[in-house]
Every structure is written in C-alpha cells, then in structure tokens.
C-alpha cells in the first residue's frame, strides 16, 4: 500500500516541484494539496494522509501551528516540516511535533525516504508502509 501524502505550501512552482518527487519516489502517492495552514488542517481532517509534507511558512496559521493541530487529529499523520532555511537545526519541528525538518534546496526521492523511514525508527507511528 502506498504513503498517502498532503503537500502544504503556498506557492503552486514548490508544490508541483514536491508532487514531482512523491511521483519519482516509489511508494508514495499525492493525495491532495493545500496553500494555507488552515486549508492544511482541513484537508488532514478530510483526506487521512500518511504523511504531510509542510512548509513552515504559510498564510494565516503558520506550518509549525497548523502541525501541532494536525497531530492532534485522532489518526495523525507524520509530518515534515519543509523550508528554504539551510540552517535549522530541526529542534523546532520536534518542539510542534513534526518527525523531521528539511531544507526544501535538499528536498528529494532520497531525502523523503530517509525521513519517512527515520519517522518510525524514532517510535513514530505506524501505518501503511512503503
């Protein structure tokens, strides 16, 4: 069964560019889009993704904010923060409760399945795997 995804960001160019590594990653299927925290909190509701990949900044509620609310749906998905910003150190993903933070400039097929994986040997929940 593959990893249901939501992709969460505000500009369309980045949510294509996400949508074209879930669709170059084996495993891993699209299963909808947002461009706001609050759209993002809605759709999770909506759509029971497995993971979703979401930009910390975002209209409205921010991605770190919109996070903690989607993990505290009853079947909370994963979630990894995405950024332009090279120098975070993660801590603040794991503070909202995101599994992880990458760089949206190291953002690939790798990089996704490291952190879909690094997600459930770090006592992530379980759910359908690749």
Do not use: H
């Not at 925290?37 to 029971?48: D, F, M």
């Amino acid at each position: 069964m593959a990893v249901r995804v939501l992709i969460v960001d505000d500009l369309v160019p980045f949510r294509r560019v996400a949508r074209a590594v879930i669709d170059a990653s084996e495993g891993f299927i699209a299963v909808g889009e947002a461009g706001s925290g609050e759209e993002a909190v809605l759709a999770a509701g909506l759509l029971r993704p497995d993971l979703v990949l979401m930009d910390i900044n975002l209209p409205g509620i921010d991605g770190m904010e919109a996070t903690r609310r989607i993990r505290a749906l009853t079947r909370a998905p994963v979630v990894l923060l995405l950024s332009t910003w090279d120098d975070d150190d993660g801590s603040d993903a794991r503070l909202c409760g995101a599994a992880e933070y990458i760089s949206k400039s190291r953002f690939g097929p790798d990089s996704l399945l490291v952190a879909w994986q690094r997600a459930f040997d770090d006592g992530g929940r379980q759910a359908a795997q690749v």
